[in-house]
């Protein structure tokens, strides 16, 4: 008796990230990742660096999110940039954290952004970077 097996290789779907600008009118963030392509269901380390002019208190938040490529909330990640760093921060900064990405829809937009004061303007943050899948 003769058997066959077929072996398929396990593949990870990795997508290629590069960050820019969310909008003119925002100040830009430089975030760099590591890996450097995004890979489902795994850890990503991000780099941000910024420059406010102003120091960063306990007022402000970091917000990290998955969205839809119509910027409709898939999931995220928020908090108090202090719970992070050393508080009150310089106006030019670096913060290093990690996030543990989920499943990325087609289309996906990964942002990151920063509102130097969330309880006086949560509509729009102060600095942001969007990296869209390509």
């Keep these: 008796m003769i058997s066959l097996i077929e072996a398929v290789p396990n593949q990870l779907v990795k997508r290629t990230t590069e960050f820019g600008q969310c909008d003119g009118r925002i100040k830009p963030l430089d975030v760099t ?4 392509d995004f890979v489902p269901n795994n850890e990503l380390a991000l ?10 208190t306990e007022k402000a ?3 990290i999110t998955v969205s839809y490529s119509d910027w409709t909330y898939d999931y995220g990640f928020n908090g108090n940039i202090c719970s992070i760093i050393k508080c009150p921060a310089p106006a030019n900064f670096e913060i290093q954290t990690a996030v543990l990405l989920k499943d990325l ?8 952004a920063i509102f130097t004061d969330y309880d006086k303007s949560h509509n729009r943050p102060q600095a942001c ?5 390509k």
Excluded: Q
């Design 33 to 36: 990742t590591y890996p450097s």
């Design 105 to 112: 829809p087609s289309g996906y937009l990964f942002s990151v």
């Design 129 to 133: 970077a969007v990296a869209r899948e």
């Design 61 to 63: 938040k970091l917000f």
């Design 47 to 56: 780099n941000i660096k910024g420059d406010f002019g102003t120091e960063l």
